[in-house]
């Protein structure tokens, strides 16, 4: 059984298929279901995990899991609406829904489910009666130029859809809740018809427009005063419309941003700003009213989804640092995945925050209101579409950043269900519920859009007619209602800025901001509100209030709370010219979260302007704070020498005298200018193990010809596990970051082995016009047997310069060839014998597997890639506890059609060098210097870019299906009974 890549036994989906909503997004999961989640963190704060409670729908595929003191209702359902993929909720407490019922096309055929040919919809849904449910379905818009749209929000009479490549606005002017007027505010986004794509805007607490788009690149947009964001990464794939896409781009900021994009946009159009860069799949950026941000992200080896804070400016660390690599290029030996994934052993990378294991993760919001009940003001919430649940955290402070305790807050299983075996039940609707989005209501409830079908991802639908629902979650007993949002008059303003809808809040920022000075008096009332998100509402709206309101808040920076005094830097960054005065005034500050934002705010200083505060910032990290520690690294952006320099005379002469906070550092600037003492600490055998290896990372990370030359120098060394690094290092960044530094040819001479070079001959020999064509057949069987010659013959077959006699009689040895490799990719170019043979999953279902025959059939078959228990090889998934993440069916499924859909960035590709050597693989690195593939084999491979004579990329899996393998029903169920086993 070959690598099983393309089923990422690491993910709860097939990473084949990803669904619009998430991440990947929605690797499939089988009609059988999902895996049970992993055990919850259980919060301080008072919430616990579900328990049973009923909606007030009569069957139990309408129940919800959900804390005692709440309660949930279908509000909801189809035909009212299709196939929901966000949310937002106006001043009326009405719903509004994206559709995406044309979703992916190219997979899901109009003729084989709903279809709507006159484009997506967005709807309106109320309840006109205050019954608690809706009962009125309007359609606002239903437009061609919007295909399967991710995000949307309703601010006043404008309602702005995310929509790769556009963010467009509709304009009702006559409130007849139809448009009057489409605007594409921003258009260059990549992703058409791509989850990776365009997500939901939001308006923050400082009235600026806060979005966000995943890795379907290049991103290349211009906003209305003429800067132009540019932003990319080697990540093609998940529609026939995302083949073009590359790394290294430069914005007209001069900054390199690459991957998934946290974005700011005044609502005039100019001044947009990337606030967070090189995630994978951010689906959408949630806010609080301190404008701290917060994100969740997909992976796509299934173990390493997670829900951060986000830093301004931070590396969220998916790709490389110029997006020409993905994660896997560069994992290091011995990391785990979840720490590889996310880069969290890299300078300048922020920390990843909760990793939540497998998932989908999509909408979030952060439940600022009252109404819920006062243990869960301050919750941020994230719905989790591959794992049917809903996320809640209370974020707890923690140096300079946030500790992330996790509960399972809404979903339709129970916490724990011992009797319950998920994977024994092949159709469970309950498994159906698919929380696309979360949304706060203008009376505090909330409101779960349900995607609802039995998988997530695979570009497809399983639900051919388009249903969804939305939940919304009450206090049990209480009938919360929409209160009237009277704009008129100050007072309605103040209200309207209190509420707890977050858009809504807009109306009542602009209304006050709109008086000047005249609202100073009401608004700084709320500065004693009970509720602290009220408090810092008024801080951002007090800056917009003229000289007065700017100083009432440059007060605030003395004020005892150092969240107020967080909001009030922040709000202040935003207006005043001259912010270094308060930059200087809090350099010093007891909090280590202050200190942050004036680190952050120091990225584009010049040093001469600001080496004082930058010493004093270096001097208050207290070796330990990671966040602390990045948000320097970012106040240190393009002067790393020059702090370095300016902080030498402190430092101790011997570099192995320094102590961890200082390693630490210096580790975090990299300077060039270190790595002779580098060196000296990397070669010290006195230092611990960790000491000397972070310095071989800092010298892996410097982009100069002395430290490439200082790790070539390394690897001559005595020590084995020094050398071991060292190695490692010369071997990676000789592909990339050090390609053109030294003469690797001469400092790494390339060895062809005696097979190779023999191979290389023979394939001269076939392509000599003076060979016969019978001694060309003869040949061609002898390399069709042979790993290396079975490539070559491929890689020939591929660039058309095999006769079709040879391609004949090759067909009928190479499927016996000892390279998996090259067995798969030779079906693309050779007729296989016997390739009619199909298998029947309904016969495979209906047998009684062995679990003691299957282990021997995994032996044989699988364990060449993959380990279960103490058995096999790690090339491939772990298969361990691939019970707990897919149904019998599921397995099965993914085992005999392992081509019915690629996991974005596991299409295989071909590549042939100028000399004739073929390689087949994944693609990790693709730059300008060398590309990096990782063969069946689990072998990487740096190929020189100057060296590549072709390169094709595949739409079949790397892994061969049943037939292939050989493998019949019997041995099917077999094997699934073993890999089932408990």
């Given at each position: 059984?070959?690598?099983?890549?393309?089923?990422?036994?690491?993910?709860?989906?097939?990473?084949?298929?990803?669904?619009?909503?998430?991440?990947?997004?929605?690797?499939?999961?089988?009609?059988?279901?999902?895996?049970?989640?992993?055990?919850?963190?259980?919060?301080?704060?008072?919430?616990?995990?579900?328990?049973?409670?009923?909606?007030?729908?009569?069957?139990?595929?309408?129940?919800?899991?959900?804390?005692?003191?709440?309660?949930?209702?279908?509000?909801?359902?189809?035909?009212?609406?299709?196939?929901?993929?966000?949310?937002?909720?106006?001043?009326?407490?009405?719903?509004?829904?994206?559709?995406?019922?044309?979703?992916?096309?190219?997979?899901?055929?109009?003729?084989?489910?709903?279809?709507?040919?006159?484009?997506?919809?967005?709807?309106?849904?109320?309840?006109?009666?205050?019954?608690?449910?809706?009962?009125?379905?309007?359609?606002?818009?239903?437009?061609?130029?919007?295909?399967?749209?991710?995000?949307?929000?309703?601010?006043?009479?404008?309602?702005?859809?995310?929509?790769?490549?556009?963010?467009?606005?509709?304009?009702?002017?006559?409130?007849?809740?139809?448009?009057?007027?489409?605007?594409?505010?921003?258009?260059?986004?990549?992703?058409?018809?791509?989850?990776?794509?365009?997500?939901?805007?939001?308006?923050?607490?400082?009235?600026?427009?806060?979005?966000?788009?995943?890795?379907?690149?290049?991103?290349?947009?211009?906003?209305?005063?003429?800067?132009?964001?540019?932003?990319?990464?080697?990540?093609?794939?998940?529609?026939?419309?995302?083949?073009?896409?590359?790394?290294?781009?430069?914005?007209?900021?001069?900054?390199?941003?690459?991957?998934?994009?946290?974005?700011?946009?005044?609502?005039?159009?100019?001044?947009?700003?990337?606030?967070?860069?090189?995630?994978?799949?951010?689906?959408?950026?949630?806010?609080?009213?301190?404008g701290n941000m917060w994100q969740n992200d997909n992976d796509d080896q299934v173990v390493a989804c997670r829900t951060s804070w986000l830093m301004e400016g931070a590396n969220a660390g998916y790709f490389s640092l110029d997006g020409t690599r993905y994660w896997q290029a560069d994992q290091r030996p011995g990391q785990p995945i979840p720490i590889a994934h996310w880069h969290q052993e890299d300078p300048?990378?922020?920390?990843?925050?909760?990793?939540?294991?497998?998932?989908?993760?999509?909408?979030?919001?952060?439940?600022?209101?009252?109404?819920?009940?006062?243990?869960?003001?301050?919750?941020?919430?994230?719905?989790?579409?591959?794992?049917?649940?809903?996320?809640?955290?209370?974020?707890?402070?923690?140096?300079?950043?946030?500790?992330?305790?996790?509960?399972?807050?809404?979903?339709?299983?129970?916490?724990?269900?011992?009797?319950?075996?998920?994977?024994?039940?092949?159709?469970?609707?309950?498994?159906?519920?698919?929380?696309?989005?979360?949304?706060?209501?203008?009376?505090?409830?909330?409101?779960?859009?349900?995607?609802?079908?039995?998988?997530?991802?695979?570009?497809?639908?399983?639900?051919?007619?388009?249903?969804?629902?939305?939940?919304?979650?009450?206090?049990?007993?209480?009938?919360?209602?929409?209160?009237?949002?009277?704009?008129?008059?100050?007072?309605?303003?103040?209200?309207?800025?209190?509420?707890?809808?977050?858009?809504?809040?807009?109306?009542?920022?602009?209304?006050?901001?709109?008086?000047?000075?005249?609202?100073?008096?009401?608004?700084?009332?709320?500065?004693?509100?009970?509720?602290?998100?009220?408090?810092?509402?008024?801080?951002?709206?007090?800056?917009?209030?003229?000289?007065?309101?700017?100083?009432?808040?440059?007060?605030?920076?003395?004020?005892?709370?150092?969240?107020?005094?967080?909001?009030?830097?922040?709000?202040?960054?935003?207006?005043?010219?001259?912010?270094?005065?308060?930059?200087?005034?809090?350099?010093?500050?007891?909090?280590?979260?202050?200190?942050?934002?004036?680190?952050?705010?120091?990225?584009?200083?010049?040093?001469?302007?600001?080496?004082?505060?930058?010493?004093?910032?270096?001097?208050?990290?207290?070796?330990?704070?990671?966040?602390?520690?990045?948000?320097?690294?970012?106040?240190?952006?393009?002067?790393?020498?020059?702090?370095?320099?300016?902080?030498?005379?402190?430092?101790?002469?011997?570099?192995?005298?320094?102590?961890?906070?200082?390693?630490?550092?210096?580790?975090?600037?990299?300077?060039?200018?270190?790595?002779?003492?580098?060196?000296?600490?990397?070669?010290?055998?006195?230092?611990?193990?960790?000491?000397?290896?972070?310095?071989?990372?800092?010298?892996?990370?410097?982009?100069?010809?002395?430290?490439?030359?200082?790790?070539?120098?390394?690897?001559?060394?005595?020590?084995?596990?020094?050398?071991?690094?060292?190695?490692?290092?010369?071997?990676?960044?000789?592909?990339?970051?050090?390609?053109?530094?030294?003469?690797?040819?001469?400092?790494?001479?390339?060895?062809?082995?005696?097979?190779?070079?023999?191979?290389?001959?023979?394939?001269?020999?076939?392509?000599?016009?003076?060979?016969?064509?019978?001694?060309?057949?003869?040949?061609?069987?002898?390399?069709?047997?042979?790993?290396?010659?079975?490539?070559?013959?491929?890689?020939?077959?591929?660039?058309?310069?095999?006769?079709?006699?040879?391609?004949?009689?090759?067909?009928?040895?190479?499927?016996?060839?000892?390279?998996?490799?090259?067995?798969?990719?030779?079906?693309?170019?050779?007729?296989?014998?016997?390739?009619?043979?199909?298998?029947?999953?309904?016969?495979?279902?209906?047998?009684?597997?062995?679990?003691?025959?299957?282990?021997?059939?995994?032996?044989?078959?699988?364990?060449?890639?993959?380990?279960?228990?103490?058995?096999?090889?790690?090339?491939?998934?772990?298969?361990?506890?691939?019970?707990?993440?897919?149904?019998?069916?599921?397995?099965?499924?993914?085992?005999?059609?392992?081509?019915?859909?690629?996991?974005?960035?596991?299409?295989?590709?071909?590549?042939?060098?100028?000399?004739?050597?073929?390689?087949?693989?994944?693609?990790?690195?693709?730059?300008?210097?060398?590309?990096?593939?990782?063969?069946?084999?689990?072998?990487?491979?740096?190929?020189?870019?100057?060296?590549?004579?072709?390169?094709?990329?595949?739409?079949?899996?790397?892994?061969?299906?049943a037939v292939s393998l050989g493998l019949n029903e019997q041995q099917l169920a077999d094997l699934t009974a073993y890999l089932m086993k408990q």
């Amino acid at each position: 059984m070959p690598s099983l890549t393309q089923l990422p036994f690491l993910n709860y989906t097939r990473p084949s298929t990803a669904l619009l909503l998430g991440s990947g997004l929605f690797l499939l999961t089988q009609t059988g279901g999902l895996p049970p989640r992993p055990e919850p963190q259980r919060a301080a704060s008072g919430i616990t995990a579900p328990k049973q409670a009923k909606t007030t729908g009569a069957d139990d595929l309408n129940k919800l899991y959900l804390p005692d003191d709440l309660e949930a209702t279908l509000w909801a359902e189809g035909p009212m609406f299709y196939n929901p993929t966000n949310i937002d909720v106006d001043a009326r407490g009405r719903v509004w829904v994206t559709e995406a019922v044309n979703y992916r096309d190219f997979n899901n055929k109009p003729d084989t489910r709903l279809n709507h040919p006159e484009g997506e919809r967005v709807m309106i849904l109320e309840d006109t009666n205050g019954d608690g449910r809706a009962d009125k379905s309007t359609v606002f818009v239903q437009d061609k130029d919007i295909v399967s749209p991710l995000g949307i929000a309703v601010i006043g009479n404008k309602v702005i859809v995310s929509c790769a490549p556009n963010l467009v606005i509709f304009t009702d002017e006559n409130g007849d809740d139809k448009p009057d007027k489409k605007e594409v505010f921003l258009t260059g986004f990549g992703g058409l018809d791509h989850d990776h794509s365009l997500h939901a805007l939001v308006i923050g607490p400082d009235g600026k427009w806060y979005f966000n788009t995943g890795n379907a690149g290049p991103h290349v947009v211009t906003d209305k005063s003429g800067w132009t964001l540019r932003s990319g990464s080697l990540y093609t794939g998940g529609t026939p419309y995302n083949k073009i896409n590359k790394g290294n781009m430069v914005s007209d900021d001069g900054r390199i941003w690459v991957g998934g994009l946290a974005l700011r946009i005044n609502p005039d159009g100019t001044g947009l700003k990337v606030m967070g860069h090189n995630f994978r799949n951010n689906y959408e950026i949630g806010l609080d009213s301190f404008g701290n941000m917060w994100q969740n992200d997909n992976d796509d080896q299934v173990v390493a989804c997670r829900t951060s804070w986000l830093m301004e400016g931070a590396n969220a660390g998916y790709f490389s640092l110029d997006g020409t690599r993905y994660w896997q290029a560069d994992q290091r030996p011995g990391q785990p995945i979840p720490i590889a994934h996310w880069h969290q052993e890299d300078p300048g990378v922020m920390p990843a925050g909760d990793i939540t294991g497998a998932g989908s993760p999509t909408g979030v919001v952060f439940y600022e209101g009252d109404e819920l009940g006062p243990k869960y003001r301050g919750i941020l919430l994230s719905a989790e579409a591959g794992r049917n649940v809903i996320f809640s955290y209370k974020p707890e402070p923690q140096g300079a950043g946030y500790r992330l305790p996790r509960v399972d807050f809404i979903s339709t299983f129970p916490a724990v269900d011992e009797n319950y075996k998920w994977n024994e039940v092949d159709n469970d609707p309950r498994k159906w519920f698919r929380p696309s989005d979360v949304a706060v209501g203008t009376d505090g409830s909330l409101y779960i859009a349900d995607w609802y079908d039995p998988i997530v991802g695979g570009h497809q639908m399983h639900d051919k007619k388009g249903y969804g629902r939305i939940f919304r979650i009450t206090p049990k007993g209480k009938n919360l209602k929409v209160p009237k949002i009277d704009l008129r008059t100050t007072k309605g303003q103040i209200a309207a800025l209190q509420n707890p809808a977050v858009n809504v809040r807009a109306l009542g920022f602009d209304a006050l901001k709109a008086q000047g000075e005249k609202a100073i008096k009401p608004v700084k009332q709320l500065l004693t509100a009970e509720n602290p998100y009220h408090r810092a509402r008024a801080v951002y709206l007090l800056v917009n209030l003229g000289d007065k309101g700017i100083a009432e808040v440059k007060n605030l920076l003395r004020s005892n709370d150092p969240d107020i005094r967080v909001v009030a830097l922040r709000a202040l960054r935003q207006v005043d010219q001259d912010i270094m005065p308060a930059l200087q005034q809090l350099a010093n500050d007891a909090s280590p979260a202050v200190r942050r934002e004036v680190a952050i705010a120091l990225r584009d200083v010049p040093f001469d302007q600001c080496k004082d505060l930058l010493l004093k910032l270096v001097g208050s990290y207290d070796g330990q704070d990671r966040w602390f520690l990045n948000a320097l690294g970012q106040a240190a952006d393009k002067k790393e020498e020059a702090l370095f320099a300016a902080l030498k005379p402190t430092l101790p002469a011997d570099p192995l005298q320094w102590d961890q906070r200082t390693a630490n550092l210096i580790w975090e600037l990299h300077p060039a200018s270190a790595v002779g003492l580098f060196k000296q600490r990397a070669a010290a055998p006195g230092l611990i193990a960790d000491a000397r290896k972070q310095s071989i990372v800092a010298l892996g990370f410097i982009k100069d010809i002395a430290a490439a030359q200082a790790m070539v120098d390394l690897t001559r060394m005595d020590d084995k596990a020094i050398v071991d690094q060292a190695n490692y290092w010369v071997n990676f960044r000789r592909g990339n970051d050090w390609a053109t530094l030294l003469n690797w040819d001469e400092v790494l001479p390339p060895r062809l082995t005696p097979n190779e070079q023999k191979m290389l001959a023979l394939r001269q020999k076939l392509l000599d016009e003076y060979t016969s064509e019978p001694d060309k057949t003869k040949v061609a069987l002898d390399m069709a047997r042979d790993p290396e010659g079975g490539k070559v013959l491929v890689g020939l077959a591929a660039d058309k310069k095999l006769p079709d006699s040879v391609k004949k009689a090759v067909g009928e040895v190479i499927f016996q060839n000892p390279d998996q490799s090259v067995r798969t990719m030779a079906g693309d170019y050779f007729t296989r014998p016997g390739a009619t043979a199909t298998l029947s999953l309904n016969k495979v279902t209906a047998l009684t597997g062995s679990a003691t025959a299957g282990q021997t059939i995994f032996k044989n078959t699988c364990s060449t890639c993959h380990r279960h228990g103490q058995q096999g090889s790690d090339i491939g998934p772990e298969l361990t506890k691939i019970h707990q993440k897919f149904d019998r069916n599921g397995l099965l499924d993914a085992i005999v059609n392992p081509s019915a859909g690629l996991a974005f960035g596991y299409e295989p590709w071909l590549i042939t060098t100028k000399n004739g050597q073929t390689y087949y693989g994944f693609l990790l690195s693709d730059g300008q210097q060398a590309i990096v593939m990782k063969d069946a084999a689990g072998q990487k491979h740096t190929i020189p870019a100057s060296k590549i004579a072709s390169r094709k990329q595949y739409t079949t899996s790397l892994m061969p299906d049943a037939v292939s393998l050989g493998l019949n029903e019997q041995q099917l169920a077999d094997l699934t009974a073993y890999l089932m086993k408990q």
